[in-house]
């Protein structure tokens, strides 16, 4: 028996046994007449002990030769500890050692195997099994094992089936891109692996399963923008007989559920704003309302004054930081050189300060009075010591501007505590897109996606197309988007307008989409689904910033498994049998 208890288990009542644990070397304190050794595994730590002219010699020549990772198997007897540490659930014992068994040495690992690590991120993923071993990253995982049986459970037990779909898939060029994969008993052709299970999805309510859902990994071959994966994780869900309200509550609860299981907080129902809205007060389709500083709109007040950025720009709107008039000329200056980054783009920022003796203080002093300057004060409901920021030009452009601003504003002010949680729902997004590049709309969620029953006939009129709202919801926390779905199209003559409307021929429709268009003659239920970013929703339940920690074995920001090598070139026989012919360029 390799072990009659694990490194986190031994207290006090167990004193006076015999026990044998096994694990990996922490530390190694060797002071002399007294030996101590830190045994890990994933269940905490045990303190080993050994005493010069007590202990067997043998055993202190053991004992001096471990390094740290070492495997070993420990015997001996539980005892009280003399000197006490409290900060661990083991701190009260330690264990006489009467035998060691060295089941495996280690190489010295290239970084500490700490809570604070001295590695670097580079090296911790290229020795992720390692970086593995650190209980924050352990614990990460632990969370989403939770997560995932909190999920299973509930949604067994409203009566969804996990239903596998396959991986190896035929591509469908919509959305992200596809990743491929050649196959050898049809050369020439290939799988694409599925961005989601969509179709599949559908197809299981036209078979009748009306309450699916799975645990899934999708794959998006998308240029990295920071925190994506190329693989990750989605709860992905389909029910048939539903309308939105349905498929929202069901989710909600769904949500509620993990909080009050993993963080023991209960939500009253989730707050739900409109696309229009979270785009008109936030500049963003995934607004983070952990705190106010909603957009103000000012056109009224501040045009027809002379200054001429405002008079010619469609739209000024700003927000107002609540006492932060004190802000010095270098942190306005910080500010302003932050909306001017690349990444955000504005061409600059006007500020008002309503100093605490009342006057004003602005950087458009010049074309405005303090009279003037009140009214601003008044639309954004300012007091005495606040700070209003204001950026303007074309509207969309700026209120993602002005969205950036915001969120600084709220990182600067501590206003967006990770461990508190602001769940809300936005509907009713845009059913298309139009892209400038390619000049046609897209689907802003997907081409399955139903219209608004009463925006329906909008789509006769191609210059009403951008105005068309969708039946579809995102759910957000914190600023993230961490779930989304649509009610579905289900008719057939709707589908094909759709189609159209993204510049499909009917060919081209057929091809790519025929299998789910042909099951949809034969009696598809009205439906409607979503997702969950399941990785994402880890994320934000440990109050983290990044996805990567709660993926075993994620990909760097190139993409690349950096342990394993991959991707990597194929040999020439691989490529062969593939019958792929490689013609690249060598320098
Ligand atoms: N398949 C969609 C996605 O991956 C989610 C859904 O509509 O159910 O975003």
Redesign the pocket.
């Known amino acids: 028996m390799y072990r009659t208890h694990t490194c986190g288990e031994l207290r006090l009542a167990n004193a006076g046994q015999e026990v044998t644990l096994s694990g990996w070397v922490q530390r190694v304190r060797d002071k002399g007449a007294l030996i101590w050794i830190d045994l890990r595994d994933r269940y905490g730590i045990t303190q080993l002990f050994l005493q010069d002219g007590v202990s067997d010699p043998k055993l202190i020549e053991q004992a001096r030769s471990f390094g740290r990772e070492y495997v070993l198997q420990a015997k001996g007897t539980v005892v009280e500890r003399e000197s006490k540490n409290p900060n661990m659930p083991t701190g009260e014992i330690e264990i006489k050692v009467s035998e060691f068994n060295l089941l495996n040495a280690s190489k010295v690992p290239p970084f500490t195997i700490e809570d604070e690590s001295d590695g670097g991120d580079d090296l911790r993923m290229k020795y992720r099994y390692l970086d593995l071993r650190r209980n924050p990253v352990r614990r990460n995982l632990e969370l989403r094992h939770n997560m995932a049986i909190l999920v299973r459970n509930y949604l067994s037990n409203l009566n969804f089936l996990e239903i596998e779909t396959p991986f190896l898939i035929k591509s469908t060029p919509e959305?992200a891109r596809d990743f491929v994969v050649p196959s050898r008993m049809n050369p020439g052709e290939f799988y694409a692996l599925p961005?989601?299970?969509?179709q599949y999805?559908q197809l299981l309510m036209v078979a009748g399963f009306d309450r699916y859902f799975q645990i899934v990994r999708?794959f998006r071959d998308e240029d990295l923008r920071a925190d994506r994966q190329p693989e990750f994780t989605?709860i992905?869900?389909?029910m048939s007989f539903v309308e939105q309200e349905d498929v929202l509550n069901t989710f909600e609860g769904l949500a509620k559920h993990l909080f009050k299981e993993i963080k023991g907080i209960e939500f009253d129902k989730f707050p739900r704003m409109t696309w229009h809205d979270a785009m008109k007060y936030y500049g963003s389709d995934k607004p983070d309302i952990r705190f106010g500083m909603k957009f103000v709109e000012l056109n009224d007040v501040a045009k027809g004054k002379g200054f001429g950025l405002f008079d010619g720009a469609e739209l000024v709107v700003g927000i107002n930081a609540e006492g932060c008039a004190e802000y010095t000329r270098k942190q306005l200056d910080q500010l302003t050189e932050f909306v001017k980054r690349p990444q955000v783009g504005a061409g600059g920022m006007v500020y008002i300060k309503y100093n605490a003796d009342g006057s004003f203080k602005s950087s458009v002093d010049k074309f405005y009075t303090a009279d003037d300057l009140k009214k601003f004060a008044d639309k954004f409901g300012a007091k005495p010591g606040d700070l209003m920021l204001i950026l303007c030009g074309p509207a969309m452009k700026t209120r993602k501007q002005l969205n950036e601003l915001r969120l600084e504003m709220g990182n600067q002010l501590g206003l967006r505590d990770p461990q508190k949680f602001a769940p809300l729902w936005v509907i009713d997004f845009p059913l298309l897109e139009w892209d400038d590049e390619t000049q046609r709309y897209y689907a802003m969620?997907?081409p399955?996606?139903a219209p608004k029953p009463e925006d329906e006939y909008l789509l006769d009129d191609p210059s009403k197309w951008g105005e068309i709202r969708a039946n579809?919801y995102d759910i957000v926390m914190n600023g993230s988007e961490v779930?989304?779905?649509?009610i579905?199209i289900h008719d057939r003559v709707l589908q094909n307008k759709m189609f159209h409307t993204l510049g499909f021929t009917d060919e081209q429709a057929q091809e790519q989409f025929g299998f789910l268009m042909g099951a949809f003659e034969y009696g598809a239920p009205p439906h409607a689904?979503?997702?969950f970013g399941f990785d994402r929703l880890c994320s934000i339940f440990a109050g983290a910033d990044s996805i990567r920690d709660f993926i075993a074995f994620p990909k760097n920001n190139s993409g690349r498994d950096v342990m394993s090598g991959s991707p990597a070139p194929l040999a020439k026989e691989q490529l062969e049998e593939l019958e792929i012919k490689l013609d690249l360029k060598t320098e």
């Open positions: 959305g961005q989601s299970p969509q999805k999708c989605q992905d869900c389909e969620h997907h399955f996606t579809a779930g989304g779905g649509s579905r689904g979503l997702a």
